[in-house]
């Protein structure tokens, strides 16, 4: 009976034994689970830490991106702007040189026009003149002719006149000639008569 109470003593002893190791391996089991938990959800946090900062930096980094992207597009922008303001600047410039070129061209023209009507003005008066002095010198030469006949002619008349004159001053000296002759001769006549009137009376 001794041993049996004895060994009944020992074996809740080791009853108790083992159930306090149990005990304490169920605690330091669920020490290790709630350790191992802890040591789960900070590495949860911290990776979903590391995952929010992951996602912030990416945000900034995507939102630096649109800025530098809206920056560039302002650039952009700005810098098309500028040069549509140049191109319209340097195409009025250029509008304004060629309406200033085209000014001058028709300033030009017009003077050319002007210079040409004036000479060809000046050629028109020089030709009236010209046309007039050949007009003026023919009718000089046709008066000079005039008067070269009319004195000619005069001549021819004087030279007539007097040829006439002439012939009439020797007709009438062939006539006083042949009338002294025809008043020699009947002389001679009349006096050969006497002549002979006195022979016959001389020889009666």
Known sequence: ?????????SDAAEAELARKKAQDAAKKANEAAFKQRLED????????????????????LAAEERARAEAAKRAEMERLEKER??????????????????????????AERAEKARLEQEAREREEARKRAEEEARERERQR??????????????????AK????????????????????????????????????RRIE
């Open 85 to 110: 303001i140049k191109r319209e600047r340097l195409l009025a410039q250029q509008r304004q040189k060629e309406a200033e070129a085209r000014r001058l061209a028709e300033a030009k023209a017009a």
């Open 145 to 162: 002719v005039l008067a070269k006949q009319r004195e000619e002619e005069a001549r021819r008349l004087a030279e007539i006149k007097a």
């Open 41 to 60: 959800e900070a590495r949860a946090r911290a990776k979903a830490a590391k995952l929010e900062k992951e996602r912030l930096q990416k945000e900034k």
């Open 165 to 200: 004159e002439r012939a009439d001053r020797e007709r009438r000296e062939r006539e006083e000639q042949w009338r002294l002759a025809e008043l020699r001769r009947k002389a001679e006549e009349e006096r050969v008569r006497k002549a002979k009137e006195a022979e016959a």
């Open 1 to 9: 009976a001794t041993l049996s109470k004895a060994s009944s003593g």
